[in-house]
Structure formats: structure tokens, C-alpha cells
């Protein structure tokens, strides 16, 4: 039997992860050595994909068929798609499920997130030097059924069994080595990039409950980047006196930090000079 595998499948970065005797370590991306997948896939004409820092590099440039933050998706019908979600992707009608409009074709966040999977297990493969098949993933708190099974799904289209799904602030608690303790009360923030939640967690003889959990799955570090790229371009215009220079007949794209893109609904392609005023501060450099 092949080594177990854990995977850490976050809405904005992922890692692979295996545990050895001295602990776990870290399985990097065997061409460049980042320990951290972004998780964005890029969905090609051809019917290329691409997953990674690739994809998110294309994010700007093919934003309806680069897919960030699938993680918000998994397992959730299209009446929990927002206004603001639709801006940023196209969706398939009909009900049921949320899939995703890529590329002149659909799929499902379970499909995009095997492809992130699939990845971080070729990532394995290579630094372990053998075939990998089974793996523990962590997941939210609040996932309720029907994500976890997506998740599940997930895996199994990536080609590994999914053998437990952890709770990610339970998995955190492990890493502390807080289960070494004989019993008490944790509470555990999760600052990700899509969300900021607390959940309470109760150890007794080495086995967590989760008593409660809470928080905003709309409010991480993509949102951070959102809303600063927001107010630079809300300043721009007061740039020592000078209004941005348009071109007629592109859309105004902005672009975010974290890959993400909106288009408003003005046609003018806007530049303006870098040097940018903050609320009566000294000139910045951006």
C-alpha cells in the first residue's frame, strides 16, 4: 500500500503534505519548489487546462474562464450564487447544482477542484517517487453534507480515495499539538482567502468536537485585495489634478492581487499616472 497523502484544499492557495517520522513535510511543486499551489484553474481553447500560477497569471486576461475561490461553490445549488458572483463568472441555467460556463462548455466546482488535486497529486508522485492513491483532506467546519461529498467527489475524479475529511481548525489544533493535552476548550480563528471564521472545539482523551462555528465566507484575503484595488482606483482620478486618460472601445478591467477581475460597464480603457495622493498624504508609488 502507498503513503497517505494530506492535502490542504484552500480558496486561494492548496498544499501537499505527507507525514514522516521525524513529522510532516511539505511536498513542493517539483519545477519551481513553491510549497503553495494557487488555486486557479484556466480553462483553454482545445480544451487545455491549466492549474496554478499559470492560471492565475491568466486571470486578468481570461477572466470568465479562469476559475478562483471554487472553493465557495462546492456543493451549493444556484440559488446561492450572487449578484456579484455572476458578474465575475457565467453560469448555467436550469437549476440543480452551480456549473460553471468555461471555454463553451460546463462544469461543476467538483470538477474544477479535481483539477487541483490532480495536480498536487502529480506533486506527490514526483517527490515521493511513487504512485499515490489515498489521501485526507481538510475542509471547513461549517461544510454541511452536501459539500463534504463534493469534496469527496472531488477526490475521486483527481484519482485518489478520499479516506477522511478533517476539519480544518481541528487540523490546526493538531499542529499546535493541542491533542497532547488531556482535555479543554479551543477556540480557533481561520483567517483564510475567502473566509474569516471561528469555530469552539471541545478535546476530551484526544478526540475534538466542534461545539459551535461561525463567521463570513465572503470575507478573506480576495476580498482584502478587492477592496484596496477599489479604493486605488477610486483615487486615481485625484492623481495631483489629473483625470485618467481613457481610449474608447475596451472595458476598463481592474485586477486584484489575488488573480480576481471585474469589468464595470463603461467601455473606456483608463490609464492614469502612477504617483497616486492618499487622503492628503505624501505621494505614493503603486
Known sequence: MGRIIGIDLGTTNSLVAVLEEGGPRVLPDPETGAALLPSAVAFLPGGEVIVGARAKALAGERPLDTILSVKRFMGLGLEHVSAEDR?????????????????????????VSAHILRELKRWAETALGETVGQVVITVPAYFNDSQRQATRDAGRLAGLEVLRLVNEPTAASLAYGLDKQDEGVIAVYD???????????????????????????????????ERLADLVLAELPEVRGAAPTCAPGRGRRRSTSSGRSATPSGRRSCSAPRAVRSRGRSSRRW
Open 87 to 111: 458578474r465575475r463568472y457565467r453560469f448555467a441555467g436550469g437549476g440543480g447544482v452551480v456549473r460553471l460556463v468555461v471555454e463553451g462548455r460546463e462544469v461543476t466546482p467538483p470538477q
Open 191 to 225: 483567517l483564510g482567502g475567502g473566509t474569516f471564521d471561528i469555530s469552539v472545539l471541545r478535546l476530551r482523551a484526544g478526540v475534538f468536537e466542534v461545539l459551535a462555528t461561525s463567521g463570513d465566507t465572503h470575507l478573506g484575503g480576495d476580498d482584502f485585495d
